[in-house]
């Protein structure tokens, strides 16, 4: 078996395992196992009661790692995500105790609650996988993935993270609503009860790892890496867009096509892998202009218009 068709049958095991609580979106957990392949974190926008934190439960059970809720709210102190020292008495030594952030998975939830302070302790963590408390450097376990959820209605007591932190999420991804069969199933499934239970763990860590170092071998063409740039660069001299997508844009839609190939068991990529990532990686890393704001022109719309605008090259397979 290759090493990418070995991907797609772990990735579609996960899936399938996590589909026993989350009905109807198995599009967004696809993309949601392509930032983790990549090693990125995730953001979660959705209206309260869409499965957001469930999600994140089902996928450290399947996954079989480590997982920590923090439950972001206005008086939560850095110390409180990355720890303290603190003094034994019993040793007459200062002890750093790390705090929830020394896990796999940290659910970072209503993140949009926590002061800009607090907010900024997770950054280190999330670029560097480590923290730093009074002076030394701990490094955090590998994997490990902030999925942080935000509700995009509500403002009041909410401080909106800063495009540095936003930038450092890998994509931003929403649940949405269920239609009616999906909504009937998913009260069959779970209106009772959430059965966390009958979940099994499908891999371990080091697997992660290992469909890490798989991606990376899947090939990418001039002409593909040509498209990548062309369309995020387009972002920053749109009209519509007072702030257009960093390099980091740039880097996330190469790793996550890559993913996205092997999770379907390709060893190479194609136009369609990018175009379904163009949106969820760039969505939170552009800001609309003032004029657009006044003629209510969405982000979203945007985008679109930038992807359908730009020329696509033509499909090919890796070379041999």
Do not use: W
Not at 35 to 45: D, M, P, T
Not at 245 to 269: F, H, N, T, W
Request: hydrophobic share 40%; glycine share 4%.
């Amino acid at each position: 078996m290759s090493e990418t068709n070995s991907v797609q049958e772990t990735v579609n095991r996960l899936i399938d395992e996590v589909e026993k609580i989350i009905i109807g979106k198995r599009e967004q957990l696809r993309l949601v196992f392509a930032a983790l392949i990549c090693n990125g974190h995730v953001l979660l926008e959705d209206l309260p009661g869409s499965g957001k934190t469930t999600l994140v439960k089902a996928l450290s059970i399947a996954l079989g790692c480590t997982q920590t809720r923090i439950q972001f709210t206005p008086d939560l102190l850095p110390s409180d995500v990355v720890g303290t020292t603190v003094f034994n008495q019993k040793t007459t030594e200062f002890q750093t105790i790390l705090g929830p952030v020394n896990t796999n998975l940290l659910l970072a939830d209503e993140i949009n609650r926590a002061i800009p302070r607090t907010q900024a302790a997770l950054l280190e963590a999330m670029e560097e996988r480590q923290v730093t408390i009074d002076g030394k450097t701990f490094a955090l376990p590998d994997p490990f993935f902030v999925m942080a959820t935000q509700n995009p209605i509500e403002k009041d007591s909410t401080f909106p993270l800063p495009a540095a932190q936003l930038d450092r999420f890998f994509l931003k991804i929403s649940l949405g609503y269920l239609d009616k069969d999906q909504e009937i199933s998913m009260l069959s499934r779970v209106g009772d009860d959430i059965p966390f239970g009958e979940l099994k763990a499908i891999s371990r860590p080091e697997d992660l790892i290992r469909m890490r170092e798989s991606a990376k071998t899947v090939f990418v063409s001039e002409d593909i890496k040509d498209y990548i740039v062309r369309i995020v660069q387009k972002t920053r001299s749109h009209g519509n867009l007072r702030l257009g997508a960093s390099p980091r844009a740039s880097r996330c839609l190469y790793q996550g096509s890559k993913a996205l190939a092997a999770i379907e068991g390709r060893d190479y990529v194609i136009p369609e892998d990018v175009q379904q990532l163009f949106i969820p990686v760039l969505s939170h890393r552009v800001e609309l202009s003032a004029q657009a704001s006044y003629r209510n022109i969405g982000v979203l719309s945007t985008l679109e218009e930038i992807i359908k605008s730009e020329p696509v090259p033509p499909q090919k397979e890796k070379m041999l």
